[in-house]
């Protein structure tokens, strides 16, 4: 047994667990859902900044970053982040693009608190990387009003997202998107939609093609360039000409 599978049996064995999962059934209860999500991440950060976005921290990281290379990220593009969480892929893009030219955004304030503290100590200040807190928690992208991205990668983020979440995102992306950008997403594939636990969704790939078909966006399922240790689809749309 790992020694990590071996704390999480003691913690359980001790009580740990069950306190703590009471605690984030309340935060669920109390609050709406996204507020209730961004005090979750808020509490896993606190404890374990690498696990708090899902773990495998150089794996998926690595993983993101040479994904987007290999689909044409150069120095001189500009990229949003959605849902940058810790900067498990961010690290990886800030060294690579040029000065100013990374965005990640969030809405948990303590993971981006670790985020500007892994950029200095990760001697990354110089690239000037944007991290912002996204304050109203929704996907419209006012934050980000005349601007537009080469790339965006909301990379397992709509894991974390229900039906209407990602809907909005679809209704505003393409304000902060020209002709040429693509937005890069992943999701977890069900034979239907299903919430799994308080915070992971399935979702059958017709619901993200028929928004894509909605907002105009050209779909393109992208899983054979991209192989996830956890099976992650990713999915590329831009839009359409
Ligand atoms: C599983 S983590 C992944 C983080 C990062 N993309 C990575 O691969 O390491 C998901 C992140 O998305 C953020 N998030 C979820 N919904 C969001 C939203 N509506 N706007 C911005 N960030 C969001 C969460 O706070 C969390 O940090």
């Known amino acids: 047994m790992s020694l990590k599978r071996e704390m999480r049996m003691l913690k359980r064995l001790m009580g ?29 950060v606190e404890e374990d900044p690498h ?3 899902g773990g495998m921290w ?3 990281g690595q993983l993101q970053f040479d994904f987007l290379v290999n689909e044409g990220l150069q120095s001189h593009h500009t990229m949003l982040d959605l ?11 800030i060294g690579h693009l040029n000065p100013g030219n990374y965005h990640g ?44 991205f080469d790339f965006i990668l909301a990379q397992s ?10 809907e909005e995102c679809f209704a505003h992306i393409g304000r902060i998107m020209h002709e040429g950008s693509a937005f890069y997403f ?4 069900g034979d239907k939609h299903e919430q799994t636990s308080v ?15 909605k907002y105009n966006f050209d779909f393109e399922d992208c899983s054979e360039r991209y192989v996830h240790p956890r099976s992650q689809v990713m999915v590329k749309v831009k839009k359409k000409k």
């Not at 849902?83 to 690290?91: D, S, V």
């Not at 983020?157 to 990602?166: N, R």
């Open 16 to 44: 740990i667990g069950a306190k703590d999962d009471k605690q984030v059934q309340k935060t669920y209860e109390e609050h709406e859902y996204l507020d209730a999500y961004s005090r979750h991440t808020d509490m896993r």
């Open 51 to 53: 696990e708090a976005v």
């Open 58 to 60: 150089e794996e998926i």
């Open 83 to 93: 849902g940058c969480g810790t900067l498990r892929g961010g690290r990886h893009f």
């Open 105 to 148: 955004m969030d809405i948990s304030p303590k993971a981006l608190e670790f985020a500007r503290l892994l950029v200095e100590v990760e001697g990354l200040t110089d690239k000037s990387p944007h991290l912002v807190l996204s304050e109203d928690q929704n996907l419209q992208f006012n934050e980000f009003a005349d601007q537009t």
């Open 157 to 166: 983020v709509f894991t974390h997202l229900k039906p209407e979440h990602i």
């Open 186 to 189: 992943t999701f977890f594939q």
């Open 199 to 213: 915070k992971d969704f399935r979702y059958e790939p017709s619901f993200f093609e028929e928004l894509a078909a």
